[in-house]
């Protein structure tokens, strides 16, 4: 891997959960046990929460699949992704597709199935902003999250920059004036104005760097043939019936179909 790429996965929240392990998980085995068992944040909304209301969308997707499957759905709940090799769970919901793999993943990882979403880096902006198409034409500083891969790129570019704590704290210096852009992933930024509407904008004129995009996968625990084959299968009927981008919406998302190589 580039160390480009690892720093993206590095800054992705539970995106490439290292779920390796000696048990590998099959089909039937799923079956016999009844639930389909995921590892997640337990307060990282959008992606994952423990509150049954608001439960984030990637727990929404993991319901939706195990569904599919003909069976429940079991959380374990980690805060740190070192801790998913302690665990016996069979997927993580988001992991990274990496441009230098194909869709199975590495050997000795977890196997991956084919993408069902693309996501990345889109740039924000304050509500009154005109159209910005490079991020040099940015007039003031670039709002990041602090050693995040946008960090990295806007340091190696030489372009004005600030450094935050979270990607809130990125959105909200915009929103507040304090930076005039601000590099958030798409997830972060639609729950963020679904809480707080109009607050900023994003930039359409802007398509982000190769780099700053990703597809997302889920990620199987050392998985057999027809267990990703068959969650494959649930992950093509729940988009196809819209399933899946209406989860996204409900936390303020935009679905993107999965980029073409």
């Keep these: 891997m580039r160390p480009e790429r690892a720093l993206v996965v590095a800054i992705a929240l539970l995106l490439a959960a290292d779920l390796g392990g000696a048990h590998a998980a099959s089909l039937a085995g799923v079956r016999e046990r009844g639930t389909f068992n995921v590892c997640a944040h337990p307060d990282a909304l959008p992606y994952s929460s423990q509150d049954r209301t608001t439960p984030g969308f990637q727990v929404e997707i993991a319901e939706a699949i195990a569904k599919q499957l003909g069976v429940g759905l079991h959380v374990d709940w980690i805060v740190f992704t070192r801790h998913a090799r302690r665990i016996d769970c069979d997927a993580s919901i988001g992991s990274i597709v990496k441009a230098d793999t194909d ?37 003031g500083t670039i709002a990041v999250e602090h050693t995040s891969w946008p960090h990295y790129v806007l340091e190696r570019r030489s372009v004005p920059l600030s450094s935050h704590g979270s990607p809130f704290d990125v959105l909200d210096a915009v929103a507040q004036g304090q930076s005039a852009a601000g590099l958030v992933s798409d997830a972060y930024t639609g729950w963020y104005l679904k809480l707080h509407p109009g607050a900023v904008k994003i930039s359409e004129t802007y398509v982000p760097e190769r780099d700053f995009r990703w597809n997302v996968a889920v990620g199987l625990r050392n998985a057999d043939a027809p267990l990703v084959d068959a969650v494959n299968r649930a992950l093509d009927t729940l988009i196809a019936d819209q399933t899946i981008p209406k989860i996204f919406a409900r936390y303020g998302i935009t679905y993107r179909p999965p980029a073409t190589p």
């Excluded at 880096?121 to 159209?131: K, N, R």
């Design 103 to 139: 869709g199975g993943g590495p050997r000795r990882g977890p196997r991956l199935t084919k993408p069902y979403v693309t996501s990345g880096y889109i740039l924000v902006v304050p509500p009154t902003s005109p159209p910005i198409e490079r991020l040099e034409d940015v007039k």
